[in-house]
């Protein structure tokens, strides 16, 4: 089992910048490919970005590429999505989700509760 809690959350102006921050429980946190979702009003949860089991790969999805950046610190059991640029239409609550790759895709198993993100016009 591993817990994951977000923070970093806030209300921010819009061109502003947050960083959002998950933390883990356990002594494993390496064995995991970590991923960052988020979820606006009215809508489905979305993938946002993932980072590889040391941190050397990423990936984005095209609305927030090259202004989000995901990395983590094993070291410390965290990982961090820092937002820049930020955009009205970012305002979600964000989630940070643990998982591994399975025989077609990323299989998350443990999700974070969530932090709120809401960018003002």
């Known amino acids: 089992q591993v817990q994951l809690v977000e923070s970093g959350g806030g209300l921010v102006q819009a061109g502003g910048s947050l960083r959002l921050s998950c933390s883990a429980s356990g002594r494993t946190f390496s064995s995991y490919i970590m991923g960052w979702f988020r979820q606006a009003p009215g809508k489905e949860r979305e993938f946002v970005a993932r980072?590889?089991?040391?941190?050397?790969?990423?990936y984005y999805a095209d609305s927030v590429k090259g202004r989000f950046t995901v990395s983590r610190d094993n070291s410390k059991n965290m990982v961090y999505l820092q937002m820049n640029s930020l955009k009205p239409e970012d305002t979600a609550v964000y989630y940070c989700?643990?998982?591994?790759?399975?025989?077609?895709?990323?299989?998350?198993?443990?999700w974070g509760q969530g932090t709120q993100v809401t960018v003002s016009s």
């Open positions: 980072i590889s089991y040391s941190g050397g790969n990423t």
């Open positions: 989700a643990a998982g591994y790759i399975s025989s077609t895709s990323v299989r998350y198993d443990y």
